[in-house]
Structure formats: structure tokens, C-alpha cells
């Protein structure tokens, strides 16, 4: 059991200025001993700080195995109430251990196991009258999902209760009705200031009386469902609408990473981690496979002026990966002129299908693709890269299952088709002033020595990334090659470079030392050197950069 010394500072000493949105995973919050790390956070934050807390449902040791993808494979098996009821007994045995393992206050325990069992009786009434009526409808499946995170955010915050942190736990489950969206289109700016505004209410009276919001990361009721509308990772966007909407400090991601890094870490040793990111670079990571953030955090917190910060559960001290609108600050070499073409990061998306059209005749070719576009829609699939000329269609899609068989077996009854399935896309993450044409050629020149077949290239679509579709086979091997060769590489040739130019600058040769006289700083010239008033006048930015940069290689 963890201790706590330390009593947080008493909250009604912040203004909303000073206030933090701390999302947390599912992983981060999955096990008795993560919910205790993660409430130690909090407690920390406290001292200097108000803290809301977000929270996604709880996944004990991956995403796949989590009670969200727990719950879907309840929906999907539906029909079948017996493998549907255990399931849910196996969600409500695991919260109710964990609150058991954590929680000593006898009165706050039984609340929270009278909960956590009252809610999910609650659901599996409702799966049981589902499974007579036969049909689920999005507004069903919404609610079950909601499940997850009502039970994790109920049971931590009882844990933050037991620790002596006043808490409250905020359900945003009918925080917004659909009579709250006439006449709003899905998306839309309008739609999200509402959800903000809406969010803002409940969490804003909580924090006016000095406890710390626990608040659910599924919201609803907005039309077209939550999952539908949103999609997976909606905690993130729910955070961000908090952060808007009670106008936080900063919003924070916690996850079980250092923050952002050149590459996946755990298959790329060479990765290092970024200080800084732009949201257009973060947001094309995240399609790209990175699951650094979901994308609408971006125009809603960034573009509202709130920093984002990914920061790592096992690491809080750690300042982690910021998230700004444009990453201009010298320590994430976006401000100097040698690093414009330089790329970011590499990253892969897995399993990943390659479909070649032939069109007919050049005269049939725009009503095909026409054709092509609508059952894309019609099927809810997203391309992910798109190839299209007068004889041939290139399609990537990283959909599964009876979605992806459905589009490729009408394909093939109307057009010629060839299917390519275990591929991946592998995609270098540039910021927009890089120069693409030299750099894709360099990364094909990579994968071509190295005999990586490149069944697909993307370039010029984005501002922010180069992409091309490879055999999952040769993933890790050729995302080790481009990130070695074109990040680290370019990314030490430009120390040298950026060495070099302050050795120039500040003629560093003259300079013997650097003393504190009389308050000020006095800077003492080689005797040796006769002195020309042609010269630049010394930088003294520029020294201590340069010297920390050597006494940095030095240490290295």
C-alpha cells in the first residue's frame, strides 16, 4: 500500500488559471497498484495546483483485453446472454477486487462494491432485454459502453476519498440531449463549444467547492452515437472539452511512455524522445498508428490556446512531449534554420490491405471511381491512402473484418481486383517546411538497398508526412533503417553543422572565461587576440548554448 506524507495544499487557494485536466488511460488506471500511483499524482499536483481528473475505463494489461473491448465482445455476443452474463461477471468481479485490495475505509468501500454491483446488475437487465428484442441500436451499444468508465471513475474516486483527498465523481453520461444539437451538424464548431460549455457546468461547481472532479470519459447522448460520431479514444476529446471549457492551464495525456518518441521505442532502440511536437505532427502520428492523441484534441485544446502534454505514470517528473500549435522552441530544433529538413518521426500502421483496380477504359474511369467512393461510404470505410489514375485505382485500407470483406467481394463481382493483404504503411513525419521530393527519394533509396519491396507511395497530399505500403514482414526492419538513416543521421549532421556555426559566431577562441563582476556578467578577452571592431558583438546566449551543448556531448 502506498503512503502519502505530504497533505495538498487546500484547493480554494487556485484560481482556474492555475487548474489541470489529467487524463488518464485505461492501462494507467488497470490494476490496484496503477490506481494507487495514479492517485500519488494527483495528490503531488495538488500542492501548486487544482487537478480534474479523466478517466478511460480500466484495462488491466492491454488495450485488447480492457473492459471497453470486454464489453463490445459482450454486444457481439448478444444472442448469446450466457457468454454475455460471464463477461460481465468477470468485469464486476475485477472492479470489485480492486476496490477490496485498495480502499481500508470500511463506510467508502461498501459504497463503492454497492455501486460497482448495482451498475452492472443494471446492464445485464439491459443485455438480457436486448437479447429478446434480437437488435441493438447505437444509442444501446453507447450505453453499454458507458459502463466502463462510470465503474472506474466511481471506484477511483472513492480511492482518492479513502486517501483523504476530497473527491466527487462526475457522470457526463446526460451532461448533453439530443435537443441540445437541433439544427448543430455533427463536428461542427457549434457542436463542440456546446459539449464544452455543457462539461464546464458540473466540473466548474465541483471544483467552487474545493474537491477534485472525477469525471467520466464517455459522454453522451449526442446523435449518431458516441462510438459512431467519435470513435475509440473519445476520453482524450473529452478531456480537451473540459479543458476548454473551464479554461485550464494545461491538459495532460498520461500514459505508460515517456512521452512522444522519433520512433516506437520498443522496436527502434535508437529512438529518442521529442521535447516538442506540432499538433499537425502529432495528429498525422496518430493516424500513421502512433495513438498519440485523438485528433480533435487538437483543434480543441491547441487551437483554444491550452498546451497538451503527454507524461508518463512511472515517470511524473519527467516533463514528457508538449503539444503546441506550431513547435518553434530551441530545444525541440524547430526555431533553427539546419533543422528545416529535417523529419520528425517514423511510424507504421499494421495490417494494412492493398486493393489494385484496373478500370476498364479511360471513358468508364470517373463513373467507376464514383462508384468506388460511395461504397467506401456506404461501408463506413476510410481509405487510408488513395492512388488514382485513368487505368488503375490503388486503395490502402486498415478496416478488418466483415466491413473490409463485404467492399472486397463487391470490388472483385464488378471490376478486375487484385488484394494484397499483410501490409503495412509506413509513414516519415515531417514538419511542413521539409523538403519532401529530396527526402522520399532518400527514404526509397533506403528501402531499395535493403531490397524492401514499395508496393505504394504517397507524397505531396500531406504537408506533414511521406508514406508508402510495405509487407508487414519487413515493418520493423525497414522502419529501423528509415528512422536510423534519415532521422538520426540527419539529426548529428546537424549538430556538427549547428557546432560549427556557433564556433563561428561567437568566436569562442577569444574568450578565455566568463565571471560574475560586481553583479553583472564581464566576459574576459584573450589577451593574445588583437581586438577588431569589425567583428560581430559577442552573444552571450550564444556562448552558454554552445558550452552546454559541449559540456552535453562531453557527458554523452
Not at 495538488?46 to 478517466?55: E, F, G, I, M, N
Not at 448495482?118 to 444501446?140: D, N, R
Not at 463549444?193 to 469525471?215: G, M, N, T, Y
Request: net charge negative; with cysteine; glycine share 4%.
Amino acid at each position: 500500500m502506498a503512503s502519502f506524507v505530504e497533505e495538498p495544499t487546500s484547493l480554494s487557494e487556485f484560481s482556474n488559471s492555475d487548474t489541470l485536466v489529467q487524463k488518464y488511460g485505461g492501462t494507467s488506471v488497470g490494476t490496484a497498484k496503477a490506481m494507487l500511483n495514479v492517485a500519488n499524482i494527483i495528490r503531488k499536483s495538488l500542492h501548486s495546483t487544482k487537478v480534474v481528473a479523466v478517466l478511460s475505463a480500466m484495462s488491466s494489461h492491454k488495450k485488447s483485453e480492457g473492459t471497453t473491448s470486454k464489453l463490445i465482445k459482450a454486444m457481439e455476443n448478444i444472442n448469446n446472454t450466457e457468454v454475455a452474463i460471464k463477461i460481465l461477471d468477470e468485469i464486476q468481479e475485477y472492479h470489485v477486487s480492486v476496490a477490496k485490495e485498495v480502499i481500508k475505509n470500511e463506510e467508502t468501500l461498501n459504497d463503492i462494491v454497492e455501486s460497482i454491483n448495482k451498475e452492472c446488475t443494471s446492464l445485464k437487465t439491459f443485455m438480457s432485454a436486448i437479447a429478446i428484442v434480437g437488435e441493438i441500436s447505437a444509442k444501446s451499444k453507447d450505453y453499454i459502453i458507458s459502463v466502463g468508465e462510470k465503474l472506474s471513475a466511481n471506484l477511483f474516486s472513492g480511492i482518492l476519498r479513502s486517501q483523504g483527498i476530497d473527491s466527487e465523481y462526475i457522470n457526463l453520461e446526460h451532461a448533453v440531449n439530443y435537443d441540445d444539437f437541433s439544427n448543430t451538424p455533427n463536428l461542427s464548431d457549434k457542436f463542440f463549444q456546446i459539449l464544452s460549455e455543457k462539461f464546464a457546468v458540473p466540473v466548474q461547481a465541483c471544483l467552487d467547492q474545493h474537491k477534485v472532479p472525477v469525471v467520466t470519459g464517455f459522454f453522451g447522448l449526442i446523435p449518431g452515437s458516441l462510438l459512431n460520431t467519435i470513435g475509440r479514444g473519445y476520453t482524450d476529446l473529452c478531456a480537451a472539452l473540459i479543458a476548454v471549457g473551464i479554461k485550464a492551464r494545461e491538459l495532460q495525456i498520461w500514459k505508460e511512455v515517456d512521452g512522444v518518441f522519433t520512433a516506437d521505442p520498443r522496436k527502434t532502440p535508437k529512438a529518442k524522445l521529442l521535447k516538442e511536437l506540432s499538433a499537425s505532427e502529432a495528429e498525422e502520428l496518430t493516424f500513421f498508428g502512433s495513438e498519440v492523441i485523438h485528433p480533435y484534441v487538437m483543434k480543441q485544446a491547441v487551437l483554444s490556446g491550452i498546451p497538451v502534454k503527454i507524461k508518463c505514470v512511472f515517470n511524473p517528473e519527467d516533463q514528457g512531449t508538449l503539444i503546441v500549435l506550431n513547435s518553434k522552441t530551441e530545444d525541440s530544433r524547430s526555431d533553427e534554420t539546419i533543422y528545416e529538413n529535417e523529419p520528425t518521426a517514423v511510424t507504421i500502421k499494421d495490417n494494412a490491405t492493398l486493393i489494385h483496380i484496373d478500370l476498364n477504359t479511360p471513358s468508364s474511369s470517373y463513373s467507376t471511381i464514383y462508384s468506388l467512393l460511395h461504397q467506401l461510404e456506404k461501408n463506413g470505410i476510410s481509405p487510408d491512402l488513395v492512388s488514382i489514375s485513368q487505368q488503375k485505382v490503388l486503395l490502402t485500407l486498415t478496416e478488418t473484418g466483415s466491413k473490409l470483406e463485404k467492399f472486397i467481394k463487391m470490388v472483385k463481382d464488378n471490376e478486375y481486383a487484385e488484394v494484397k493483404r499483410n501490409m503495412c504503411i509506413l509513414a516519415l513525419i515531417t514538419p511542413p517546411t521539409v523538403d519532401k521530393l529530396s527526402l522520399a527519394t532518400r527514404m526509397l533509396n533506403i528501402l531499395s538497398e535493403n531490397n524492401i519491396k514499395v508496393e505504394m507511395i504517397s507524397h505531396g497530399a500531406s504537408n506533414n508526412n511521406i508514406a508508402c505500403v510495405i509487407s508487414n514482414e519487413e515493418s520493423i526492419k525497414a522502419m529501423q533503417l528509415v528512422h536510423d538513416e534519415c532521422i538520426i543521421e540527419s539529426l548529428a549532421k546537424n549538430d556538427e553543422l549547428k557546432e560549427k556555426i556557433f564556433e563561428e559566431e561567437i568566436n569562442t577562441n577569444e574568450i578565455s572565461s566568463v565571471t560574475l563582476k560586481e553583479g553583472s556578467i564581464d566576459t574576459a578577452v584573450n589577451k593574445n587576440v588583437q581586438q577588431d571592431k569589425s567583428k560581430k558583438v559577442f552573444s552571450l546566449k550564444k556562448f552558454f548554448r554552445f558550452r552546454k551543448n559541449k559540456i552535453t556531448s562531453v557527458k554523452k
